[in-house]
Nanobody, 123 residues
Framework: VQLQACGGGLVQAGDSLRLSCAAS????????MAWFRQAPGKEREFAAG????????YYADSVKGRFTISRDNAANAVYLQMNSLKPEDTAVYYC?????????????????WGQGTQVTVSS
C-alpha cells in the first residue's frame, strides 16, 4: 500500500492550495480517507475526513468553512482544497487511510499514511 501526497508549498495568507493524495495497493473505494497535519512543536491533529463514497465529510473546527475534502474513487485519489489560508495552517499535511465505515479524528486507528507535504503560509 502506498499513499503519495503532493501539492504543498509556500503561499501568503489568504491564498489557496490544493493537496492531492494518490493511493495504490488497496481497494480505495472501501477505505475512509483523512488529512491530518502536524505543525512544528505540536502534536499531529485531524484536519478533515471523508467516507467511502464521499457522502459524509468531517472537519476540524479550525478549518471548517475554509477547507474542503473530496475524493475520486475512479482515480484512487483524495484531495484537500484549502482556501483563505492562515499562518496557523502552516504544517506538514498527511493523508491517511483506515478500514471501516466511519471517519475517526484519532490518528492511531488509521492503517496507512502518506509521506507528508509541507504547507507554509506567510503573513
Amino acid at each position: 500500500v502506498q499513499l503519495q501526497a503532493c501539492g504543498g508549498g509556500l503561499v501568503q495568507a489568504g491564498d489557496s492550495l490544493r493537496l492531492s493524495c494518490a493511493a495504490s495497493g488497496l481497494t480505495f473505494g472501501r477505505v475512509v480517507m483523512a488529512w491530518f497535519r502536524q505543525a512544528p512543536g505540536k502534536e499531529r491533529e485531524f484536519a478533515a475526513g471523508i467516507t467511502w463514497g464521499g457522502d459524509w465529510t468531517y472537519y476540524a473546527d479550525s478549518v471548517k468553512g475554509r477547507f474542503t475534502i473530496s475524493r475520486d474513487n475512479a482515480a484512487n485519489a483524495v484531495y484537500l482544497q484549502m482556501n483563505s489560508l492562515k499562518p496557523e495552517d502552516t504544517a506538514v499535511y498527511y493523508c491517511a487511510a483506515k478500514f471501516g465505515t466511519e471517519v475517526s479524528r484519532t490518528g492511531r486507528v488509521y492503517a496507512y499514511w502518506g509521506q507528508g507535504t509541507q504547507v507554509t503560509v506567510s503573513s
